[in-house]
Structures are given as structure tokens and as C-alpha cells.
């Protein structure tokens, strides 16, 4: 839990070194964030938020959970719904951290209105390479080099530049639009997290076969949304620029 910690207060600094993008609250280590401006997250529905704020340019309340292991991170993995059901609650844009997506889970997020952020390696204390948990043991840096792993971990104290490039990359551009889908799917969303179990934490606790079936379906129906319309894009295009020539003769009359 420590390099969980760790990791979350890593992204945290990464945040705070953005500048005047983002205004990230008090981030304390182990407590999820339960509440955002006038909104709450429900003890009847529970989540996972690790650091919250808001962006400054647009205003709009952001939710973010940090995962530091190695495990990659499916869209219909629970902790993925304790951020999702928590951010809809809070009316926030979801942000998922993690060291490994599949390119499903990446496309999931946009479509769902929020963004997934990869890692790329587990972040560990300066020093923690030279601990050793076990007497008589190799220490972690030697275990992490004898597996393999050693190339997969930061140990580090502050952010690096690919950490702070979160924060002001695309995400600056997208967040609008994005929120915009989320709040659009937000009851939806409440729905499959909580009354559907899609949810880590949720009280109802159903089948795999049912949470993949329930995942599934919503994927598909997000699909099918985004292609009705970048269809219609050419349509509207066509319609704005008719009305263009018609005010254009109004203007010439």
C-alpha cells in the first residue's frame, strides 16, 4: 500500500507543477476523496477517488484513481466502476491512471467521456531498492533485477517530465467535450455501477458472466453512438455551409 500511496502523491506534484491548469484539493495518503464541491459520493454507493480538483480554464470537477501495480486495467475491471460510479456522483471527469491498458480500455474511457493516462512504470520511494523485507534475502532492487523487472519501476521522489505531461497535454482540450459525453451518460452510468454491480464495492455482486454480458453491451452501445455521429458530421458540415451561401446572399442583396 505504501507505493500505492507513494504513486498517488507522485501525481499529486505532478499536478500542482502544471501550474495554473489545475487546482487539485488536499490529497491525504489511504482516504478516498468522498467529496467535491456540493457533491458527495453516497456510503450506499461506494467509490474510489484518490486525488480530485478542478480545471481551471472550463471549471469542470475532475476524479482520479491511481493504480500502481502491473496488472493491466480492463474497462470492465471493478475499480475502473468505483472511479466511474464515484465521478458521476461527484459530476466529475474521470481520470484512470494505471502502468498498463489494452487498447480497449483506452477507447472505452473516451467514449465514456473521461481519459486513461499510462504510467508506463510502477513508481517506488527513492531508497526503496536498497530495502530488505526479508533477512537473508536479496533486497527488492536485486529481486526486481533477478525477475526482470528492474526497467519497470521509478524510484523516485518527485515527478518526472513524462508525469507532468499528463497535465498539460490533450487532456486540456478534450476535458470539455468529454465531460460533456460523461454527464450525458451519467445516470447510466450510476446504473451499471451500482444496480447492475459493475462496481468493485457495490452491494450486489453478480455473476462474471453478468458483469462481461452488462459491460459488453454498454461498450457496444457507446460504439454504435460515436459512429451514428461522426456519420452525421458530413450532414451538419453540408447544412452549415448551405446556411453560410444563404446568409452570404442576404448579405449581398
Do not use: C
Not at 52 to 69: D, E, M, S, W
Not at 199 to 224: S, T
Amino acid at each position: 500500500m505504501v507505493a500505492g500511496h507513494h504513486a498517488e502523491d507522485i501525481h499529486q506534484l505532478a499536478l500542482l507543477a502544471a501550474g495554473d491548469r489545475w487546482f487539485p484539493v488536499p490529497w491525504t495518503a489511504g482516504s478516498s476523496i468522498r467529496q467535491l464541491g456540493q457533491h458527495r459520493v453516497s456510503p450506499d454507493r461506494p467509490g474510489d477517488v484518490d486525488l480530485a480538483g478542478v480545471h481551471l480554464a472550463t471549471k469542470i470537477p475532475f476524479a482520479v484513481q491511481v493504480k500502481n501495480g502491473r496488472e493491466w486495467l480492463y474497462g470492465v475491471n471493478g475499480d475502473v466502476w468505483d472511479l466511474l460510479g464515484a465521478a458521476a456522483q461527484l459530476h466529475a471527469f474521470p481520470i484512470v491512471i494505471a502502468r498498463r491498458f489494452p487498447e480497449k480500455t483506452f477507447g472505452f474511457m473516451k467514449l465514456v467521456g473521461g481519459f486513461a493516462l499510462r504510467s508506463t512504470k510502477s513508481i517506488y520511494p527513492s531508497g526503496t531498492a536498497d530495502t530488505v523485507p526479508i533477512p537473508g534475502l536479496p533486497s527488492f532492487g536485486e529481486a526486481l533485477r533477478t525477475l526482470g523487472f528492474a526497467s519497470d519501476v521509478d524510484f523516485i521522489n518527485e515527478p518526472l517530465p513524462r508525469h507532468r505531461a499528463f497535465w498539460t497535454g490533450a487532456i486540456n482540450r478534450e476535458i470539455a467535450a468529454a465531460h460533456g459525453r460523461f454527464m450525458e451518460l451519467r445516470e447510466r452510468v450510476l446504473y451499471l455501477a451500482y444496480e447492475m454491480g459493475l462496481a468493485e464495492h457495490a452491494k450486489r455482486r453478480p455473476q462474471e458472466a453478468e458483469r462481461r454480458a452488462a459491460f459488453d453491451n454498454f461498450y457496444d452501445e457507446l460504439r454504435a453512438t460515436a459512429r451514428r455521429r461522426v456519420q452525421a458530421q458530413p450532414a451538419r458540415e453540408e447544412l452549415d455551409d448551405e446556411d453560410q451561401k444563404q446568409d452570404g446572399n442576404s448579405l449581398g442583396e
